[in-house]
């Protein structure tokens, strides 16, 4: 193995030696371009890719952030103006972590965890100022977590508990956003905060919450003062959101049966907003109804009763007195009974009340717009249009999902509107154009990191290798001509041992040798040369030189 080590190293130093300075300087460069490409290449695959640790950060945030960053030794870059952290994607959550551990970061402010060291001693006053502080403070810190919104301060004020204060006080709350950009708040993200607010201080109602922008822009309105604008934009919001969810009906069900992109449905709505009670009275002549009845009666009896005579002697004595006693008249009692009945009849009468709530349907119209069907491609590319059938089909698929009435039975007016035309959509064919570009961007690239280690090695060995070959060309050597003549005039000053320069003089053809009668020796051909690269690929002069030196005669 080292007599192989030794002799390649001798071999590449006679080729060495061989070199003139521009050969050599060109070897050079070569090597240093191939290592220097092998390192570039080793870099750029080695290199740590960085990942967004946390973003959208205030100064005194980031400066908390950096400073554990620091102390835990991990390398980070910032971006974004300062705003930005970033770390070796490796370590990304492992170092949020460690730093959720510390409660880094905790937000501008402060939050509850001004109750976490214990106070003792302190009065009421301090600690219900400490709990309004860290409400204001959790508060803000929510509130900078939307997405329009850089930082925000929020101010509560709660009424003093007082037996002899007004007790109609409530509290109240002003919020300041710092907006990201130029552009407004929108109307849903001011409402979010307003119900944020509300909801997390005992007592206090929407509408007593303030909301003012960077701008001096008064983002949110009293909604007791001025109702009808709040009830205009409420209805505004019902009716977009009932047309967006008929449309989204139909556009599954389009999406479904003509494919993805195929098809436009746009619906409007007419809804009564309108709150209508009715009540009805109606009577019927057929029927009656007994409504009162009253019953009385009367009983009138009359009695007759004869006189009683006297018992006795002196009663059957016929005297005077006797006499007129038994002429006397007979005593008569009246008793009458009488009933009264008194019916009062009424016509059938049915009394119905009805309410109708807002948000009824008056009216519905629809379009839906069919993209044009085309076939074939390249030249043979053609528009082929839909039958009135599909289209008749695809109008009640339609009609079906949106519940909207067709024929005789459409009442309400409602409209429905099915064409087929073509689709013009250049922006979507941008968009296509550039994620193929990026997508072939990405795969060059991920083929030329694959790919880039081999192919500079080849270029490496090609480079040596056409560099070894241009060293050990041998001298032109005329074909045909002997070689006991090439050796009687040597080869150059260096005494046939390649050291000195060939010899570039054009050679007699006459054969030269130690005596007359010596056999001439084998010609140089393309042949020979051949068979002697092939014994000897190393070093193609020193071959010939070898094989030179058999040809020599003895002395």
Do not use: C
């Amino acid at each position: 193995m080292n007599l192989s080590l030794t002799r390649v190293a001798s071999q590449l130093a006679g080729v060495w030696k061989e070199l003139q300075w521009p050969q050599r300087l060109t070897l050079v460069a070569a090597g240093v371009l191939v290592v220097g490409g092998l390192l570039g290449v080793a870099l750029w695959s080695a290199r740590t890719p960085y990942a967004l640790l946390y973003g959208r950060l205030s100064d005194a945030e980031a400066a908390r952030v950096i400073s554990a960053l620091d102390e835990a030794k991990v390398p980070y870059r910032i971006g974004a103006g300062g705003g930005a952290i970033y770390v070796p994607a490796d370590q990304v959550h492992a170092v949020r972590m460690q730093l959720a551990g510390r409660g880094i970061p905790r937000g501008d402010g402060v939050g509850f965890e001004i109750f976490d060291k214990p106070n003792f001693g302190i009065s009421d006053f301090v600690q219900r100022a400490n709990y309004l502080r860290a409400l204001q403070g959790e508060l803000a810190r929510t509130i900078s977590q939307l997405d329009e919104v850089e930082s925000a301060r929020v101010m509560v004020v709660l009424p003093e508990n007082r037996l002899l204060l007004d007790r109609d006080k409530q509290p109240t709350a002003s919020v300041f956003v710092r907006l990201r950009g130029s552009g407004p708040l929108a109307p849903q993200a001011v409402q979010s905060i307003q119900f944020l607010v509300a909801n997390a201080v005992e007592g206090l109602k929407p509408n007593r919450v303030t909301v003012v922008d960077n701008f001096g822009n008064v983002l949110s309105a009293n909604s007791e003062d001025n109702s009808m604008p709040g009830l205009t934009a409420t209805q505004l919001a019902a009716r977009r959101e009932l047309e967006q969810y008929l449309a989204r009906k139909a556009q599954d069900i389009l999406d479904k049966v003509l494919g993805p992109g195929q098809a436009v449905v746009r619906v409007a709505a007419d809804i009564n907003f309108d709150t209508l009670t009715r009540t009805e009275e109606r009577y019927d002549p057929e029927t009656q109804v007994i409504r009162t009845q009253t019953k009385n009666e009367e009983n009138n009896d009359t009695v007759t009763s004869s006189p009683v005579m006297p018992v006795g002697v002196s009663a059957n004595t016929a005297t005077e007195t006797n006499a007129t006693t038994a002429a006397a008249t007979p005593v008569t009692n009246t008793r009458n009974r009488k009933t009264t009945t008194t019916v009062e009849y009424e016509l059938g009468r049915t009394v119905s009340s009805l309410t109708q709530l807002a948000g009824g349907i008056k009216r519905l119209s629809a379009a839906v717009t069919v993209a044009a069907r085309v076939e074939g491609t390249g030249a043979e590319r053609k528009v082929v249009p839909r039958s009135p059938e599909e289209l008749e089909k695809i109008r009640r698929l339609v009609a079906g999902a949106l519940g909207i009435q067709l024929g005789p039975e459409n009442t309400r007016g409602d409209s429905l509107t099915v064409e087929e035309l073509p689709f013009e959509d250049p922006i979507g064919r941008e968009l296509v154009r550039e994620l193929e570009r990026q997508q072939r961007w990405e795969f060059w690239t991920s083929l030329a990191r694959q790919l880039g280690y081999p192919l500079l090695a080849v270029a490496a060995v090609v480079l040596l290798w056409r560099m070894l070959q241009r060293s050990s060309s041998a001298p032109d050597i005329p074909l045909g001509v002997p070689v006991g003549q090439l050796l009687a005039h040597g080869n150059g000053h260096g005494n046939g041992h390649g050291n000195g320069r060939p010899r570039r003089e054009p050679l007699p053809v006459s054969g030269a040798g130690s005596g007359a009668g010596e056999e001439t020796p084998d010609l140089v051909t393309l042949e020979v040369l051949n068979r002697l690269a092939r014994e000897n690929p190393v070093n193609l002069g020193q071959a010939l030189r070898d094989w030179m030196n058999k040809g020599r005669p003895q002395e």
